[in-house]
């Protein structure tokens, strides 16, 4: 809101300064008056009551950013905890099992909610700064980018997501791999307090001296523990960010891959990068020969505190160029310091979702064996799929946290994710079966885990920890949920119980 206030404001002082007829400058105020009013219209409001279908409260509180149709038998959208409190109890007193979403993203990997109340939590409160702690306080349904434009003015950095459009709230509760993650680690370790409403309609605030087994297990944990109305994360000095994207035709993908994993394996920590083939689809403003074919793309940030560390980066940036250009030169290269506004949206993750089948998992690449195997799919067209991806470990993130969550770390060298979109012309038989083959071929180097974040769709087996951690997650859930009230928030390979 305040964005749109302020562009407002900016149009109609150049419009009235270029001295336009009175006509076209209350037009011009009009038509801002409008967008203002529809944003906040078109907000999801809640006032705690659970909503039958058909409702427009039942349908906000069902829309998510995936395209993906959730019919629980009652949903509401929650704008406080007090609101919060209220639809807990309506739960409860109904006999429905509560599940809970925010921004949506991932829905279609969760468990169907027939028979349940969804609670939408879009607390409506602003995200608060303390730069002299350097914490911020993240009510929920709070999206990255609004994080980081309330820290950005303070020359504070968080350990945000490669997208500002996703919630904070969910992301760090499940693990968190952030744009910075080789410098920051796990994002969740940057949690300082949670704030959680239980299942008996208690309010506690959980951290490492109160509720801390709660505090433990939630990070990372999987779910199924409670509502989260608000987190407190602790910041990092920030005043700019080297970021930015490389692209090139995907027919120099195979040396290209090769060329970034050779210099990936003696990269610094500072430095986080991501290899993805895709086909970019046709969007206005996207150059013609950027969505014919299909093409790779090399994205990164580097965290700059100090003038020094921004030669530093420079230094990075000029390196990777290096060991990359000989291949061939980039079509687009827009690496360059910025503000740290622009690094959550360095990886062009789409504003809208649409239906898409996903696969995600950890693999070690000690031998280039990995990578060879990955690359012999970089044929998009072909395997009929729009995203590949590999994200670069190790660093900050392979190093425990001795006062870190369920999941303070994470092995293996990339993280990988596949991603298809079903069509007409590639059903989502053939974008399964491609997927399915992807994950065979790397077998012999899956770690076995995969991050929280990113589980993968329903019916693939796959792990979030070892056994030992699950057993012990899985007694923290049964005594803050007993009954089993948020049990079908409980991801999948994170419980022993079902």
């Given at each position: 809101?305040?964005?749109?206030?302020?562009?407002?404001?900016?149009?109609?002082?150049?419009?009235?300064?270029?001295?336009?007829?009175?006509?076209?400058?209350?037009?011009?105020?009009?038509?801002?008056?409008?967008?203002?009013?529809?944003?906040?219209?078109?907000?999801?409001?809640?006032?705690?009551?659970?909503?039958?279908?058909?409702?427009?409260?039942?349908?906000?509180?069902?829309?998510?950013?995936?395209?993906?149709?959730?019919?629980?038998?009652?949903?509401?959208?929650?704008?406080?905890?007090?609101?919060?409190?209220?639809?807990?109890?309506?739960?409860?007193?109904?006999?429905?099992?509560?599940?809970?979403?925010?921004?949506?993203?991932?829905?279609?990997?969760?468990?169907?909610?027939?028979?349940?109340?969804?609670?939408?939590?879009?607390?409506?409160?602003?995200?608060t700064v303390d730069p002299v702690a350097r914490t911020a306080r993240i009510p929920a349904g709070t999206t990255w980018g609004d994080v980081v434009a309330a820290i950005t003015p303070h020359k504070l950095g968080a350990a945000h997501g490669s997208s500002g459009r996703v919630g904070a709230v969910g992301y760090l509760l499940g693990g968190g791999l952030s744009a910075y993650a080789r410098t920051t680690g796990i994002a969740a370790n940057s949690i300082e307090s949670i704030e959680v409403l239980l299942a008996d309609g208690e309010q506690v605030t959980a951290d490492r001296s109160a509720h801390s087994d709660l505090f433990w297990a939630i990070?990372?944990?999987?779910?199924?523990?409670?509502?989260?109305?608000?987190?407190?994360?602790?910041?990092?000095?920030?005043t700019h960010a080297m970021t930015g994207t490389m692209i090139w035709d995907g027919a120099h993908a195979a040396d290209l891959l090769n060329a970034w994993h050779q210099w990936a394996r003696s990269a610094p920590d500072a430095i986080t990068t991501s290899f993805r083939l895709m086909r970019m689809p046709p969007l206005p403003g996207l150059p013609p020969a950027l969505t014919r074919h299909p093409i790779v793309a090399i994205d990164g940030s580097i965290p700059v505190a100090t003038a020094g560390s921004a030669r530093e980066a420079e230094a990075?940036?000029?390196?990777?160029?290096?060991?990359?250009?000989?291949?061939?030169?980039?079509?687009?290269?827009?690496?360059?310091?910025?503000?740290?506004?622009?690094?959550?949206?360095?990886?062009?993750?789409?504003?809208?979702?649409?239906?898409?089948?996903?696969?995600?998992?950890?693999?070690?690449?000690?031998?280039?064996?990995?990578?060879?195997?990955?690359?012999?799919?970089?044929?998009?067209?072909?395997?009929?799929?729009?995203?590949?991806?590999?994200?670069?470990?190790?660093?900050?993130?392979?190093?425990?946290?001795?006062?870190?969550?369920?999941?303070?770390?994470?092995?293996?060298?990339?993280?990988?994710?596949?991603?298809?979109?079903?069509?007409?012309?590639?059903?989502?038989s053939h974008v399964t079966r491609s997927l399915d083959e992807i994950r065979t071929a790397l077998a012999p180097w899956q770690t076995g885990f995969v991050m929280p974040t990113y589980a993968p769709e329903p019916g693939i087996p796959h792990h979030l920890f070892d056994s030992s951690t699950r057993a012990r997650v899985d007694e923290v859930r049964a005594t803050y949920d007993p009954d089993g009230l948020f049990s079908g928030d409980v991801a999948f390979g994170a419980t022993d119980r079902n």
């Open positions: 809101m305040p964005g749109l206030l302020g562009f407002g404001a900016a149009c109609a002082g150049l419009t009235v300064g270029k001295d336009l007829p009175p006509a076209l400058v209350v037009l011009t105020a009009a038509l801002l008056f409008a967008v203002v009013c529809a944003t906040f219209l078109l907000r999801p409001r809640g006032n705690g009551t659970l909503a039958r279908p058909r409702s427009p409260r039942y349908r906000a509180a069902t829309r998510s950013f995936d395209a993906v149709r959730l019919t629980p038998a009652r949903a509401t959208v929650i704008a406080s905890p007090d609101q919060a409190r209220a639809a807990l109890a309506g739960a409860v007193a109904a006999g429905l099992p509560v599940r809970m979403h925010g921004t949506g993203h991932k829905a279609g990997t969760t468990r169907a909610m027939g028979g349940a109340a969804l609670l939408k939590v879009r607390i409506h409160e602003p995200v990070r990372g944990g999987g779910g199924g523990f409670g509502i989260v109305t608000a987190i407190t994360v602790r910041l990092f000095d920030l990075l940036v000029a390196e990777l160029r290096s060991s990359l250009r000989p291949v061939a030169p980039p079509r687009r290269d827009t690496f360059r310091l910025a503000s740290p506004l622009e690094t959550a949206f360095t990886h062009m993750d789409p504003p809208i979702a649409v239906a898409q089948v996903t696969d995600s998992f950890m693999i070690t690449a000690e031998d280039h064996a990995a990578v060879e195997c990955f690359g012999a799919f970089a044929d998009l067209d072909a395997v009929g799929l729009a995203t590949l991806e590999l994200r670069h470990l190790g660093a900050a993130l392979a190093r425990p946290v001795r006062d870190g969550g369920a999941v303070s770390s994470v092995s293996g060298d990339y993280f990988y994710w596949g991603l298809g979109l079903p069509s007409r012309r590639t059903p989502k």
